[in-house]
T-cell receptor, first 116, second 114 residues
Framework: AQKVTQTQTSISVMEKTTVTMDCVYETRDSSYFLFWYKQTASGEIVFLIRQDSYKKENATEGHYSLNFQKPKSSIGLIITATQIEDSAVYFCAMRENTEGADRLTFGKGTQLIIQP | NAGVIQTPRHKVTGKGQEATLWCEPISGHSAVFWYRQTIVQGLEFLTYFRNQAPIDDSGMPKERFSAQMPNQSHSTLKIQSTQPQDSAVYLC????????????FGSGTRLLVI
């Protein structure tokens, strides 16, 4: 069964710095998809970025990028030039690339606090 | 595009009453998912539909929870004989259905059972 673990419960950084949030996953599949989502204080959950396991290059999207280390089953989210509005809870999620495995399995989340 | 619409936003029920939660997915999205979010358990998968057909309900508590998708424009999650432990935010999401598709989440229904 797939499992996603985010060990950092909360991180606090100063505005305009770079932050990395960790995520490790477990799967028996050789092909899978990894996602990061953000949940704001209002409760809204928004998709940020995706990494396909068969791609070696790290995905980037605006000021979000990923540090994908397949041998370590690790997918870190990097946010550069952080802004106050990046304060939120960040969820890592995984979906296996097999028939019927359409659901996403989520980690417990990391709360990010950006201080002015 | 109004996104995924969930109603009501908040619902308070008495223990033992029934609660029905509604979801309108994004038009053109073939997959609809229901999740439950609590502080302790985080985001838990409940069930999902593809092209209106139920595919996987392995996360549903068997006895009191049921979900339907009678047409492509809405899905319902029904909880019979609600219990205090059912209190949670219930989230609906939809996607284009490809395995690399991301979800679009609704704003959720916050259910409180007293």
């Amino acid at each position: 069964a797939q499992k996603v673990t985010q060990t950092q419960t909360s991180i606090s950084v100063m505005e305009k710095t770079t932050v990395t949030m960790d995520c490790v996953y477990e799967t028996r599949d050789s092909s899978y998809f990894l996602f990061w989502y953000k949940q704001t204080a209002s409760g809204e959950i928004v998709f940020l970025i995706r990494q396909d396991s068969y791609k070696k290059e790290n995905a980037t999207e605006g000021h979000y990028s990923l540090n994908f280390q397949k041998p370590k089953s690790s997918i870190g989210l990097i946010i550069t030039a952080t802004q106050i509005e990046d304060s939120a809870v960040y969820f890592c999620a995984m979906r296996e690339n097999t028939e019927g495995a359409d659901r996403l399995t989520f980690g417990k989340g990391t709360q990010l606090i950006i201080q002015p | 595009n109004a996104g995924v619409i969930q109603t009501p936003r908040h619902k308070v029920t008495g223990k033992g009453q029934e609660a029905t939660l509604w979801c309108e997915p994004i038009s053109g999205h073939s997959a609809v998912f229901w999740y439950r979010q609590t502080i302790v358990q985080g985001l838990e998968f409940l069930t999902y539909f593809r092209n209106q057909a139920p595919i996987d309900d392995s996360g549903m508590p068997k006895e009191r929870f049921s979900a339907q998708m009678p047409n492509q424009s809405h899905s319902t999650l029904k909880i019979q004989s609600t219990q205090p432990q059912d209190s949670a935010v219930y989230l609906c999401a939809s996607s284009l259905g490809a395995r690399n598709s991301d979800y679009t989440f609704g704003s959720g229904t916050r259910l409180l059972v007293i």
